[in-house]
Structures are given as C-alpha cells and as structure tokens.
C-alpha cells in the first residue's frame, strides 16, 4: 500500500476509535455538570430576557407567531443582549448561554458568528446542558 493509503486508514481508525470512546469519556465528565437551574449568579436580566424569547416563540393560545409583534421585540433583546455583552455583564456559562440563544434570532450573519463564539464560551465555562429560565 502506498504511504497516503496508510495514512488515511489510520486517521479513520482513529476518528471511530474516538467516536466509540466518547461516551465512556463524556457521560463521566456530564455527570458533575452543574444543574440546569438558573445559579445565584446568572444574570437575572438575561434569564428575563431569554423567557421572553422563548414566551414569544410558544404563544399559549395555540396562534402562530406574529411576526409584526415578535420582530421589534427580538430587536429590542438583541440590542440589550450586545449591550451587555459590550458592558461585560456576561459572567457564568448560563448567561453566555442564554446571550447565544437571543442572538440566534438576529437578521445579520454577525448575529449568528457571535451566537455561535457565545456557545464556545459557554461549553468552555462547562455549560453543557440546556440552560433554563425561570419557566420551567
């Protein structure tokens, strides 16, 4: 066999033997994460925040979403979520979290590359779960 043909199987052996592993590895390291609740130091602004984004995305009475109504309220969360986040205001895994997911809802492909680096940080603060709001 050629020299690529070698490398190739062996970059494939190891890629499924990191896929079999994974969840002896992962599932420990899960295990001690921290609640899904809201912690004592989560920004409560952003908790607010996310549950009225979530709040607009399932109205109770089974309606669909009007967008003319949800629209200038994802703007107004937005800019106050960048708000924050220029101000600092970001501390734990959650509120990067939460941040992310009001982001996720932007117009602009800025929006969603900070949502997505807002999730880096938030897996690296080991937010790993669902973070939720007060609704649960």
């Not at 399932?58 to 937005?78: E, F």
Request: with cysteine; proline share 3%; hydrophobic share 40%.
């Amino acid at each position: 066999m050629n020299r690529t043909v070698k490398v190739l199987l062996v970059l494939n052996l190891l890629a499924l033997s990191a896929i079999l592993a994974r969840p002896f590895v992962v599932a420990p390291f899960a295990a001690g994460q921290s609640s899904t609740k809201v912690q004592d130091k989560d920004n409560q602004e952003l908790v607010r925040l996310m549950d009225e984004d979530q709040a607009d995305r399932t109205p109770d009475d089974a309606k669909s979403i009007d967008w003319k109504i949800v629209g200038p309220r994802d703007a107004s969360r937005l800019s106050r979520v960048k708000e924050l986040y220029s101000k600092n205001q970001l501390q734990t895994g959650g509120d990067y979290y939460r941040a992310a997911m009001i982001l996720q809802h932007g117009d602009v492909a800025e929006d969603y590359l900070l949502a997505h680096e807002l999730c880096v940080v938030a897996i690296s603060r080991r937010c790993t779960r669902k973070v939720v709001g007060s609704r649960q």
